[in-house]
């Protein structure tokens, strides 16, 4: 009897401590592992159908681990490690992604003149008089951002609206000066920088370029496109060292007005293999914050020799990923560069550059197009005139169908400013990205119809409304350094149209607040074949997170461009506080 007790007893002890283990098991299974970082008390907006808001979001080993509604549900994800940052009712949104700038450029923008706020050529003759007070005689003053139809008067004489040296060529007699347009494509150079550059009356028009003369035939100073290569601006005679230590410096301050800015991915759009070779070494030492979609940019035989070998995706802890070829195809607006299917409406009938510049060729490009197709690349292709565009399409088209087994490649054409109506609906068809600057629609709006007239700017200019409706995917950025990369003036631009003075600019053609911030966080993703790791705020994502002083779904319009970044997040680390 007491044996049968004793193995009765013995058998209750088991059962009570397998019931004990199954509870803890189940405890423990249920209780997650202690967050990294906790967001908490603020809106979230994830830009994810499924899980659209949220009012907590907890982020473990660089991803997104969990979001939720319970105001007090982060509490079971709090650990003796986790960092809580409560946003005081911020608005946090999927990180920010610049899907066109040029990243080097921007470090460049932050050492040379800016001239963005110059108002007239005096301005600029003026703000060069100074920097030569502090030059070394043959040292090259630089400088971007004028733009000729932003100044309060035109200068006098000037050729299309763009000055004469003299001005600039007294003030500096000793220094070669190279004044770049804020677009890119065109420069402005003094004398002593034409002539060490050993440019003359006699030198000619380089293919896809222009130099602006006078009636005499005279070069005025003033370089469009392919031209601007002529001025043979060097630097000085730095030591491989120094020059190396510069272009760190460069990266360096392009990653701090990124984290500044709410920036996390920036799709750099052209760059050599050398820059390539310095972002990765930076990135693995740790000194690449912001995460790089890079474009490649040499010539098709170039391409042809080392293309392949640089190709990487997710490099570094998805910090780089070099897989798209980047083309030119035409100018800039601006400059009469951009190509068009029509006459500009502002130039002279005898004007050779009537219809713009188309600035690489056909066959190069083609031939860029089949090596891009065959080796895995994504192509971006600069386009804004309607020619421009159209032509662009047709060698898209033309490389999609000899390669019927390619499928979800994704090309881009970068810009995407001015359309014929007939090949809107293209875009989607052949299942082309078009990557667009909003900024860029209010920034230009002021000059447009004087280039294009009434008739082809509405039907075809910045029409976002039209490629959406046409079932087009659009990701958008600022073309940093050719305008700012303040997001918010660029959301603001996108949802508004409006332009300083307070108009409005073809406002059928606006984005909702809701497209606009998609446009901004998932489209880029998507634009860089990234939706699996970016864009929205979900589970398993990377925990890339952007949050804004304002809610810029909900405020009121015009209080959006003020709204500041408060914090910059990538991988789960805090990167910028405000």
């Known amino acids: 009897m007491a044996t049968r007790n004793r193995r009765l007893g013995f058998v209750v002890v088991l059962v009570a401590l397998f019931a004990v283990l199954f509870i803890v098991n189940r405890r423990m299974k249920l209780a997650p592992e202690p967050a990294d970082l906790i967001l908490v008390n603020g809106k979230i907006v994830t830009v994810d159908a499924k899980f659209p808001t949220a009012a907590w979001i907890a982020v473990r080993g660089g991803r997104i681990d969990a979001l939720g509604t319970d105001p007090k549900g982060f509490n079971r994800h709090v650990g003796d490690g986790t960092e809580i940052v409560d946003l005081g009712g911020a608005l946090a949104i999927p990180g920010l992604i610049e899907s066109h700038g040029h990243f080097m450029g921007l470090g460049e923008s932050k050492t040379i003149l800016d001239l963005t706020k110059a108002r007239s050529w005096d301005d600029i003759v003026a703000l060069v008089a100074e920097a030569a007070k502090s030059a070394k005689p043959g040292e090259w003053i630089t400088g971007r951002g004028w733009h000729q139809d932003k100044w309060d008067h035109a200068p006098e004489p000037n050729v299309e609206g763009l000055p004469f040296h003299d001005a600039l060529s007294k003030v500096t007699p000793q220094n070669p000066v190279l004044l770049e347009h804020a677009s890119g494509h065109s420069s402005l150079a003094n004398a002593k920088a034409m002539e060490l550059s050993k440019i003359t009356a006699t030198t000619g028009d380089p293919d896809g370029g222009k130099i602006i003369r006078d009636a005499k035939g005279n070069a005025i100073g003033a370089f469009l496109e392919t031209a601007q290569s002529l001025v043979r601006y060097e630097a000085g005679h730095a030591t491989p060292d120094e020059a190396a230590a510069q272009s760190r410096k460069l990266v360096e301050l392009a990653s701090k007005e990124c984290l500044t800015h709410g920036i996390t991915t920036f799709h750099d759009a052209g760059t050599s293999f050398g820059t390539v070779d310095l972002y990765k070494k930076m990135a693995e030492e740790g000194a690449l914050p912001v995460r790089l979609y890079v474009m490649l940019s040499p010539d098709s035989r170039t391409l042809a020799s080392r293309g392949a070998a640089a190709r990487m995706i997710g490099a570094v802890d998805n910090h780089l990923t070099v897989r798209t070829i980047k083309r030119l195809m035409d100018g800039a607006l601006g400059s009469h560069g951009a190509w068009l299917l029509e006459p500009y409406a502002d130039l002279s009938p005898d004007d050779k550059n009537l219809t713009g510049l188309n600035t690489e060729s056909i066959e190069e490009m083609k031939a860029t197009a089949k090596f891009a197709i065959e080796n895995g ?172 002083s304002r809610d810029i779904l909900t405020c009121p319009e015009d209080d959006i461009p003020g709204t500041e970044v408060l914090y910059t997040i990538i991988g789960g680390k805090v990167l910028y506080r405000h």
């Not at 690349?377 to 421009?388: E, P, S, V």
């Not at 565009?389 to 087994?405: Q, S, V």
């Not at 994704?410 to 090949?423: F, K, P, T, V, Y």
């Not at 508004?496 to 880029?524: C, H, I, S, V, W």
């Open 377 to 548: 690349f994504q192509l971006a292709t600069h386009a804004i005139g309607d020619r421009g565009n159209r032509e662009t399409l047709d060698i898209y088209e033309e490389a999609f169908k000899a390669h019927p087994d390619k499928t979800d490649l994704r090309w881009r054409i970068e810009h995407a400013q001015h359309l014929s109506l007939a090949d809107i609906p293209r875009f989607a068809q052949l299942g082309v990205i078009p990557a667009m600057q909003a900024i860029h629609c209010t920034s230009d709006a002021p000059w447009v119809l004087k280039r294009l007239g009434e008739k082809r700017a509405a039907e075809g200019a910045y029409v976002w409304r039209k490629l959406m409706d046409a079932g087009s995917i659009i990701p958008i950025g600022t073309d940093v350094p050719v305008e700012l990369i303040d997001p918010m003036a660029n959301f603001y631009a996108a949802v508004t149209r409006k332009l300083k003075d307070g108009t409005t600019f073809f406002p059928d053609q606006k984005m909702t607040r809701e497209e606009a911030l998609r446009a901004y966080t998932a489209n880029g993703a998507f634009a860089a074949f990234e939706e699996g790791l970016k864009g929205s705020l979900t589970p398993g994502k990377l925990a890339d997170i952007t949050v804004l």
